[in-house]
């Protein structure tokens, strides 16, 4: 296993729909195994794989809740439903999220408060996980990358603005941008 840079907003792979994985082979099992490592390493609660330069439609999540429950998998070629989002302004204390691929910042984003999703497992197994709260943010997130959507793409117009100048001050926005969790100290 190996951890892997994470791709940093700008970089072209981040920023387009990502392919069907047509075969679950060796290369997408040492895919799979990398990404929990450069997951854990970051640290983060999920991971897509266009986050590590690779434009296939797979994600790993990794989340404790409150009482210690560990919940952590992947999913392969997923699919998404959510429940209608709330009206009003996200709650900066309860709806803020980051992300590796903008690392350091944080931003309050309204998501849905519940969600599913179906595809498959490493072994090719159907998956069908319904939650909630966190769990639901961290799979709608992650979902959103395989789209070529980051958060920051969903920000209001202030939060969107501040992001853009973040961004050009950090020199990000480009191809070719990356950092290496347990190297680089970004406070992802």
């Known amino acids: 296993m190996a951890v892997l840079a994470i791709r940093i907003m700008g970089d072209p792979v981040l920023h387009a729909p990502a392919a069907l994985v047509a075969e ?32 296939l439609r797979i994600f790993t999540y ?9 919940w952590r998998g992947v999913i392969i070629n997923p699919e998404l439903w959510i429940a209608p989002l709330e009206p009003g302004e996200p709650d900066p204390d309860e709806e803020s999220e980051g992300c590796l691929s903008f690392p350091g ?32 943010r961290i799979l ?13 793409d969903r920000l209001g117009d202030r939060d969107w603005r501040t ?20 190297v680089d100290d970004l406070d992802a």
Do not use: C
Not at 64 to 70: I, K, S, V
Not at 173 to 178: A, D, E, H, L
């Open 62 to 70: 990794s989340y404790t809740d409150d009482d210690g429950a560990p």
């Open 24 to 55: 679950i082979d060796d290369d997408i099992r040492q895919l799979v195994q990398d990404m929990y490592e450069t997951m854990d390493a970051a640290p983060g609660v999920g991971l897509a794989a266009p986050q590590v330069g690779v434009g």
């Open 140 to 152: 709608q997130h992650e979902f959103d990358h395989l789209d070529g959507v980051l958060y920051v």
């Open 163 to 182: 992001a853009q100048k973040i961004s050009r001050k950090r020199g990000w926005g480009t191809p070719g941008n990356s950092w290496m969790p347990g």
């Open 105 to 136: 910042e944080r931003f309050p984003l309204r998501r849905s408060e519940r969600a599913r999703v179906t595809g498959i497992d490493l072994e090719g197994k159907p998956v069908d996980i319904e939650v909630d709260g966190w769990r639901a």
